[in-house]
């Protein structure tokens, strides 16, 4: 928890909830321990997706669907690409798009994506957001950038690891500390790459957002 949960729950009791039937998925996701975005992630998410009414979206991480039918509901003639390489999870979220009838809007590639993302077309995005395994985001930045237009919005969720980014590599379990270190580096190469411009919030469990510069490859 970055911020206090009083202070959270009060700003998530602020939000307009759900629709019935994402709510419901919602629910099934935490009930199983299928990562999902936090409700506070869902306020911003929803508020950028209003603002900036992208055309095409790429997600980095399907996992069981709940994030791409989340942006299709505020965007219903947008067309998303999304990406998962976990097998167990990839049927599950065919079935909610198919539940949803959302499987001609939301297209699911499956496979690693450092091997799918060079198969995508240049600048073809307006709106990526990024919510796949932490320790690649590092590795993922390069072909994001080639695919993301001028002018174009990246947001990378769960960047502060729970508070855990502003502590000593030593002070994290060794079995975190690859993606400690990976994701300090990411931060840090957003903050100084001369063609974005960057911020780092302290929603839900850490969001960047990442504007691509005009001219930028």
């Given at each position: 928890?970055?911020?206090?949960?009083?202070?959270?729950?009060?700003?998530?009791?602020?939000?307009?909830?759900?629709?019935?039937?994402?709510?419901?998925?919602y629910?099934?996701?935490?009930?199983?321990?299928?990562?999902?975005?936090?409700?506070?992630?869902?306020?911003?998410?929803?508020?950028?997706?209003?603002?900036?009414?992208?055309?095409k979206?790429?997600?980095?991480?399907?996992?069981?669907?709940?994030s791409?039918?989340?942006?299709?509901?505020?965007?219903?003639?947008?067309?998303?690409?999304?990406?998962?390489?976990?097998?167990?999870?990839?049927?599950?979220a065919?079935?909610?798009?198919?539940?949803?009838?959302?499987?001609?809007?939301?297209?699911?590639?499956?496979?690693?994506?450092?091997?799918?993302?060079?198969?995508?077309?240049?600048?073809?995005?307006?709106?990526?957001?990024?919510?796949?395994?932490?320790?690649?985001?590092?590795?993922?930045?390069?072909?994001?950038?080639?695919?993301?237009?001028?002018?174009?919005?990246?947001?990378?969720?769960?960047?502060?690891?729970?508070?855990?980014?502003v502590?000593?590599?030593?002070?994290?379990?060794?079995?975190?500390?690859?993606?400690?270190?990976?994701?300090?580096?990411?931060?840090?190469?957003?903050?100084?790459?001369?063609?974005?411009?960057?911020?780092?919030?302290?929603?839900?469990?850490?969001?960047?957002?990442?504007?691509?510069?005009?001219?930028?490859?």
């Amino acid at each position: 928890m970055i911020v206090g949960q009083r202070l959270t729950d009060f700003v998530n009791a602020q939000d307009v909830g759900l629709p019935k039937e994402l709510e419901a998925l919602y629910q099934e996701a935490l009930s199983t321990d299928v990562p999902v975005i936090r409700r506070e992630t869902q306020s911003l998410l929803r508020f950028l997706l209003a603002d900036r009414k992208p055309k095409k979206i790429l997600e980095v991480g399907t996992a069981i669907g709940f994030s791409a039918l989340f942006m299709s509901s505020h965007l219903p003639e947008c067309e998303i690409t999304t990406i998962e390489n976990y097998d167990k999870r990839i049927p599950i979220a065919r079935e909610n798009f198919r539940r949803f009838q959302k499987q001609e809007q939301i297209t699911l590639i499956e496979g690693d994506a450092e091997e799918v993302l060079p198969t995508l077309p240049d600048e073809e995005y307006e709106f990526v957001f990024m919510d796949a395994a932490k320790g690649q985001y590092i590795h993922f930045l390069p072909q994001i950038k080639r695919v993301l237009c001028p002018g174009g919005l990246l947001v990378s969720d769960n960047v502060l690891q729970e508070g855990e980014i502003v502590e000593s590599r030593f002070a994290v379990t060794r079995r975190n500390r690859t993606i400690h270190g990976r994701m300090r580096e990411y931060l840090s190469v957003l903050m100084r790459d001369e063609g974005l411009v960057s911020t780092i919030l302290t929603v839900g469990d850490g969001v960047a957002l990442t504007i691509k510069k005009e001219g930028t490859i």
